[in-house]
């Protein structure tokens, strides 16, 4: 198993190319055969970053739904929950791949589109009590795998939790919560879905991506934009042009700040000029995703409130004659 999920992790590495769109939809399956599909996020980073303080911990391997109200979910979003690492896979200089499992009789239990809530423990506080650093990831397994769920994670060096994952061996276990929901997909809730995500922010896109093209039903047309720092930061870009050469809704657009002399596609910071080519135009059939860092949040249609509600819409979205409730910011 160990050298096949580094296999998967090698074909999620990126390889410079530009926009790519299809006519004609040929095969559906993943990596070597294995279906990888996108779920949101190797840290949502346009999600909240914190802390938590709690005095106990309520920790279950699985916490089993009763067999006559429906299958075994291996989350539970009231507990935090240990979940086993089973493998890990390097998938660029700085992105690593992680697998942790569960009863393989059970599903995770996420929807489209919800992430979980992990934590690790960072000592105590002045009174004794445990201190946790709690971040929200998006698993990029399929949402009805059984047994197991990945993780794309970042990791920084000033990242707490990064770093706590950069420190796990297999055999260890990791603290889960949830699912979180965020946005909830519905099929063909709109005619043509346009997506701009920066760095880690892919995943929750990719699990929208993957939910309607594997959905016959669903004629939804996505176009995405996805901008990094260079050419080698690009995450999972083999899948993405996978789908967006095999199925004819889906097209994407790669810009980098730090283009290398072969690269063929977008460079600089997402413009205007990339948005009114890449994007549905502002109507009432359209929805705008965006995800990522807090830079480009606000350079794109203004970061999240304090809270974490939607907030005012601002940036080049707002300037282009989107509305508040023609963006959901992840």
Same mark, same amino acid.
């Given at each position: 198993?160990?050298?096949?999920?580094?296999?998967?992790? @090698?074909?999620?590495?990126?390889?410079?190319?530009?926009?790519?769109?299809?006519? @004609?939809?040929?095969?559906?399956?993943?990596?070597?055969?294995?279906?990888?599909?996108?779920?949101?996020?190797?840290?949502?980073?346009?999600?909240?970053?914190?802390?938590?303080?709690?005095?106990?911990?309520?920790?279950?391997?699985?916490?089993?739904?009763?067999?006559?109200?429906?299958?075994?979910?291996?989350?539970?979003?009231?507990?935090?929950?240990?979940?086993?690492?089973?493998?890990?896979?390097?998938?660029?200089?700085?992105?690593?791949?992680?697998?942790? /499992?569960? %009863?393989?009789?059970?599903?995770?239990?996420?929807?489209?589109?919800?992430?979980?809530?992990?934590?690790?423990?960072?000592?105590?506080?002045?009174? +004794?009590?445990?201190?946790?650093?709690?971040?929200?990831?998006?698993?990029?397994?399929?949402?009805?795998?059984?047994?197991?769920?990945?993780?794309?994670?970042?990791? =920084?060096?000033?990242?707490?939790?990064?770093?706590?994952?950069?420190?796990?061996?297999?055999? %260890?276990?990791?603290?889960?919560?949830?699912?979180?929901?965020?946005?909830?997909?519905?099929? #063909?809730?709109?005619?043509?879905?346009?997506?701009?995500?920066?760095?880690?922010?892919?995943?929750?896109?990719?699990?929208?991506?993957?939910?309607?093209?594997?959905?016959? %039903?669903?004629?939804? !047309?996505?176009?995405?934009? =996805?901008? #990094?720092?260079?050419?080698?930061?690009?995450?999972?870009?083999?899948?993405?042009?996978?789908?967006?050469?095999?199925?004819? #809704?889906?097209?994407?657009?790669?810009?980098?700040?730090?283009?290398?002399?072969?690269?063929?596609?977008?460079? +600089?910071?997402? /413009?205007?000029?990339?948005?009114?080519?890449?994007?549905?135009?502002?109507? %009432?059939?359209?929805?705008?995703?965006?995800?990522?860092?807090?830079?480009?949040?606000?350079?794109?249609?203004?970061?999240?409130?304090?809270?974490?509600? !939607?907030?005012?819409?601002?940036?080049?979205?707002?300037?282009?004659? =989107?509305?508040?409730?023609?963006?959901?910011?992840?």
């Amino acid at each position: 198993m160990a050298a096949f999920f580094r296999r998967v992790a @090698k074909a999620a590495a990126a390889t410079p190319l530009g926009f790519r769109s299809a006519s @004609k939809a040929q095969s559906q399956s993943g990596f070597g055969g294995f279906r990888v599909p996108f779920g949101a996020i190797a840290a949502i980073s346009g999600g909240v970053s914190y802390c938590y303080y709690l005095s106990s911990t309520n920790l279950a391997y699985l916490d089993q739904v009763n067999e006559e109200t429906g299958p075994k979910v291996a989350l539970n979003p009231n507990k935090w929950l240990d979940f086993k690492l089973e493998d890990t896979a390097t998938v660029s200089h700085n992105t690593k791949l992680f697998r942790f /499992s569960f %009863d393989p009789s059970s599903k995770l239990g996420l929807d489209v589109a919800s992430c979980i809530l992990t934590r690790a423990p960072l000592g105590q506080d002045t009174e +004794g009590k445990p201190k946790y650093v709690v971040r929200p990831y998006t698993p990029i397994s399929p949402t009805d795998a059984k047994g197991y769920f990945d993780l794309l994670i970042k990791i =920084y060096p000033e990242g707490k939790m990064s770093q706590h994952f950069a420190s796990l061996k297999p055999g %260890d276990v990791l603290q889960v919560k949830g699912p979180i929901e965020k946005l909830r997909y519905t099929p #063909n809730m709109k005619k043509h879905i346009g997506m701009i995500a920066g760095g880690s922010g892919i995943t929750p896109m990719l699990q929208v991506v993957e939910a309607i093209v594997n959905n016959p %039903d669903d004629i939804t !047309q996505v176009s995405l934009i =996805y901008g #990094n720092v260079s050419p080698d930061d690009i995450l999972l870009k083999q899948k993405l042009d996978l789908l967006a050469t095999t199925h004819p #809704n889906f097209k994407v657009f790669y810009t980098v700040d730090r283009p290398t002399d072969n690269w063929k596609g977008g460079k +600089g910071y997402i /413009s205007k000029e990339m948005a009114v080519k890449g994007l549905p135009h502002p109507g %009432d059939d359209t929805l705008i995703l965006v995800c990522g860092p807090p830079g480009m949040m606000n350079h794109i249609s203004g970061d999240k409130a304090q809270d974490r509600s !939607q907030g005012e819409l601002t940036g080049i979205l707002k300037e282009l004659g =989107y509305t508040a409730d023609m963006v959901y910011k992840f």
